[in-house]
């Protein structure tokens, strides 16, 4: 293994293992505040894995995947890794705003009758709507400065590369909701 490889291989390793402590940390802290709270209904064993700390790792495994895929060059592995990161950070936050948002419109919806609050019903259609536009335009930033540091070539086969990983995630999801395999 190179110099070079054996840096990346570190930093990889480092960045995998640094997010992995930091959500056992939190999730510790969660998983204690909840155990005197919900003892006995359907609470997670002590060594299951949080969703945050799936994220990360997956995250982490995404890196990886486009440092072999995109042959990134010497130079472009470190700006490639903080803006991929960004990517990332932006999609999650999106996502979690995105959820934030839904929820309320869905309680409002639970909440009244057909036509109760419309004015209400409206501004929280309208916030999801702005948050989606807002979100586009943030991803769109995102995408051109991970763009920035790729040849075209590299742009392509990410775009695919991100696709492909997507798809893993999602079957990976569908197999663990399925349970073990008899």
Request: glycine share 8%.
């Amino acid at each position: 293994m190179t110099k070079v490889m054996t840096k990346r291989f570190v930093l990889v390793l480092a960045l995998v293992l640094g997010a992995a402590t930091m959500a056992e940390a939190q999730g510790r802290v969660g998983r204690q505040g909840a155990a005197g709270r919900g003892a006995g209904r359907g609470q997670m064993p002590p060594d299951a894995l949080t969703a945050a700390e799936i994220q990360n790792q997956f995250d982490a495994y995404a890196i990886v995947q486009a440092q072999d895929a995109l042959q990134l060059s010497d130079e472009q592995y470190p700006q490639f890794v903080r803006r991929a990161r960004a990517l990332q950070g932006m999609r999650r936050q999106s996502r979690m705003q995105r959820n934030r948002l839904l929820g309320q419109l869905s309680q409002l919806l639970r909440a009244g009758q057909p036509g109760a609050d419309e004015a209400k019903l409206t501004a929280a259609t309208r916030a999801v709507d702005d948050h989606d536009r807002q979100a586009l335009g943030d991803l769109q930033k995102a995408y051109a400065a991970v763009d920035e540091v790729l040849t075209p070539w590299q742009r392509g086969r990410f775009r695919l590369l991100e696709d492909q990983l997507e798809q893993k995630k999602l079957d990976m999801l569908f197999r663990a909701r399925q349970g073990p395999r008899r």
